[in-house]
């Protein structure tokens, strides 16, 4: 679906497309607009909008829904908060962050595998010299040659794939129709997640929340993992039943996970998750607005530009497969 | 210089190298001799020895000395403990494990870097979520499109050029001479590091130690760095001044250390060291036996048949340069 092109209604010629910002105007937002050829303008008469909220569910169900506007730009990559609620309709054309923050939050992905394989998170919390052999002990191995299941196959298993390249890893990807993932040795359908899980040593999820997705990594999956190998959670935190994953901690049904989403968020303090030494927790950091700013500035630039010329956007949002 | 070949005194032709194992006899080395062609022997027959202890110099001095052997491999990659003390001589041919353990170094001083930039080893201490807010004050930021320095340009420094490829780095070397190093965008005689350590966000150490390193970062190197940049020191701990360090991170001279090695070793419990939050010690474990072994014992075996036909020898060590 391509959005139709802003035209004035005297001349029947193309104009500059109104864009309004939404619910919070940033000036650089603004100059971003301008210096792409849009003019800023209210809700009520806008082509299209730049919501600025990522955590604002409510203000885009009350504002956004109301406006006539023919293409919304948003500014995360999961769009799970809009589209589960139904928020997201096909009246028009949605644009989401995707793979924008995909090199950000796979390095954060990669930093936290090699922290846990290499004992840097476990001698962080050292304030006292450890022997070689006390890192045996902490199973402390190398990242290279190991056999890593990418889990969703968008901007952030794509990256990671070939930010792992020099790594020398097998990868194996998981994606809903089995097409395969460049850097991937072999990508197959989600059906065969079940299969897979048990034949790497990391498991990192990389794909969207969506209603299929939700506590898709409960017990019964746990239970096909090998001892050996470790969770990595850069995508949701609804993706995994948590009180699951405590178990299959705490029972060593997997070697320890590295999670920078969890279920709940904030995770409390006392959460049994912040007790084990082989859990490594980041709040949501994989991607910070400041990590993000750039390149995201650089996506919505370049989809008012191709917006003002009745180009295909980039980022586009399934509305029915929410993503 | 090219070691000749064993050749038996009543024929006249090759025999067999005799090799002895000191001073530990691990059964795994006389499997790896024998299957690579070797007879097992003592130290006072020997045409080579295999060392086997990384931590001692007093013993190779007593047993290795007196030795006719024309070839002794060494099982580490610096041999400043034995070359320093005048231990390593021309009359025979020494070679180390220089380049072996380069992809396991480099992956570790990577896993530093991430665990420095993205805050993952702040996160590691912490039992408490913390908002996205937090992550800014501890400076969390991408790898990507950092500039790297490198100093020392051996297998260190190329496999962690070829690490942060995916990152996209400005990569700046430095070695003696000044010889281009693959990856690298420019690469400098170790003449230029006071100017070029003031031009990036990383200084990560991968050189010999060697009287001319030692204590080559001292307060007058620091001052030249940036107070944005990172140490990462992979090499050895003596090439810095740790006081001088200590200094540095205490005045805010520079960003934060990730040290895998500190002088002295093992570093004291309640050394200021341990006290900063931007300073991660791991205790030289960026290449633990575990690691290595299969490596080393590859490259053992390649050089005794090499020995054994008298063709040249992997890792040979420059006595002269020391290393």
């Keep these: 679906m391509m959005p ?47 919501w600025t909220d990522p955590d604002d569910p409510e203000g885009f169900a009350d504002l956004v829904v109301q406006s006539p506007a023919r293409w919304v730009q948003l500014p995360f990559a999961g769009v799970d908060s809009l589209a589960l609620r ?21 390095e954060h992905a990669l930093g936290m ?33 190991q056999r890593v299941l990418i ?28 097409t395969p993932m460049p850097g991937a040795t072999r990508t ?12 790497v040593d990391w498991v990192v999820l990389a794909l969207p929340l969506t209603a299929a997705s939700r506590g898709l990594f409960d017990r019964a999956m746990f239970q096909k993992m090998s001892r050996q190998a470790w969770l990595v959670n850069v995508a949701r935190g609804e993706i995994v039943v948590t009180a699951d994953l405590v178990e299959a901690l705490a029972s060593g049904g997997i070697a320890g996970a590295a999670l920078d989403v969890t279920d709940p968020e904030p995770l409390p ?10 859990v490594l927790v980041t709040p949501h950091v994989a991607n910070t607005w400041d990590m993000a700013v750039i390149d995201l500035g650089a996506r919505i630039a370049r989809n008012i530009i191709a917006f003002a010329h009745g180009q295909p956007l980039e980022g586009v949002v399934d509305v029915n497969l929410g993503y």
Tied chains: 1, 2.
């Design 188 to 199: 197959a359908p989600v059906t065969e997640l079940g299969t897979l899980v048990g034949q």
């Design 86 to 106: 139904g928020l997201l309709d096909d009246r028009r054309l949605y644009t989401s962050a995707k793979g924008v923050y995909g090199p950000s939050v796979a």
């Design 113 to 145: 595998m090699l922290g846990m394989a290499r004992g840097i998170v476990a001698y962080a919390r050292k304030t006292s010299w450890t022997s070689p052999d006390g890192v045996a002990a902490l199973g402390a191995r190398r990242l290279t040659g």
């Design 269 to 278: 303090d006392g959460h049994p998750l912040w007790g084990f030494p082989n």
């Design 151 to 178: 889990v969703g196959t968008g901007g952030i298993g794509r990256s990671l794939a070939r930010m792992l390249e020099p790594h020398e890893p097998t990868i194996l990807a998981v994606n809903r129709s089995g």
């Design 4 to 50: 139709p092109m802003a035209m004035d209604d005297d001349t029947g010629l193309p104009r500059p497309p109104v864009i309004a910002v939404a619910p919070v105007i940033f000036p650089q937002v603004v100059e971003l607009i301008q210096s792409a050829g849009g003019v800023i303008g209210s809700l009520s008469e806008a082509d299209a909008v730049i």
